[in-house]
């Protein structure tokens, strides 16, 4: 992979006292596309969950299997009636009163939004882990046939479905990597809404300010100082 550990010099007292010391490993780098990938699902975040319709036709199960993962979980009958007050069960975003907390619920609860999210999350790993352990045992069963001189050319055959499972591996990590990113940004936009609930400002401005891309280090980050900037220096205009 690349990754290089630099041996600085030691001294006497490095020896002796080294041992204190944290021990640091080898760890894993982080690609600046990743990076990017990453981020590029917080600048809107907002927008839907992209799955391309190759990606989708490749993660192939009995849909049985799956009803679990395809449906959002429906809000309980008992939950219902306390909150609308009623004794008929129906689930409806205008029982909460307050805008943000719809807001909330509708951004955690929305197809395109984080459930969905989350499920494909769930579902190409299932998927990943599956190719993986399968990928294991073949590994196995090419090292079988090395050491028993099998033909070159029945060897050689196999390296294509290992390639092939490969590339699933590394189109699938990467996939599941952006549905955690898109699924964490949906989950910080409910956070948003709920702390808009008890500020008084007007509906618009506050869906607006639950909208703004996302950096990661705070719920409203950078974007929010330069709104206030700019609201302030309005103010000072005559």
Not at 82 to 108: G, I, N, W
Request: charged share 30%; glycine share 4%.
């Amino acid at each position: 992979m690349g990754i290089e550990e630099i041996q600085k010099p030691q001294s006497v007292q490095d020896e002796m006292f080294g041992g204190l010391r944290t021990k640091r490993s080898k760890v894993f780098p982080v690609n600046e596309n990743i990076k990017d990938m990453i981020l590029d699902e917080w600048t809107d975040p907002e927008r839907r969950l992209g799955v391309s319709k190759e990606f989708r036709n490749r993660l192939l199960f009995d849909q049985a299997d799956i009803k679990l993962f395809n449906e959002t979980p429906k809000i309980d009958v008992q939950v219902a009636k306390v909150v609308k007050k009623t004794s008929l069960p129906f689930e409806d975003s205008s029982q909460l009163r307050d805008p943000m907390e719809r807001k909330a619920d509708a951004l955690l609860k929305k197809k395109k939004k984080a459930w969905e999210a989350s499920m494909f999350g769930v579902k190409t790993n299932i998927a990943a882990t599956s190719v993986a352990r399968a990928m294991y045992l073949w590994l196995n069963e090419l090292e079988n046939h090395i050491k028993n001189k099998t033909p070159r050319e029945e060897i050689l055959n196999s390296i294509s479905l290992l390639r092939s499972a490969t590339a699933f591996l590394a189109d699938a990590s990467a996939a599941s990597v952006r549905f955690a990113a898109k699924d964490a940004a949906f989950s910080n936009l409910a956070r948003r809404a709920l702390w808009m609930k008890s500020w008084g400002g007007h509906r618009t401005s506050k869906t607006k300010l639950c909208s703004i891309a996302f950096s990661g280090e705070y719920v409203f980050g950078p974007v929010l100082d330069s709104i206030v900037e700019k609201a302030a220096d309005k103010k000072k205009v005559p």
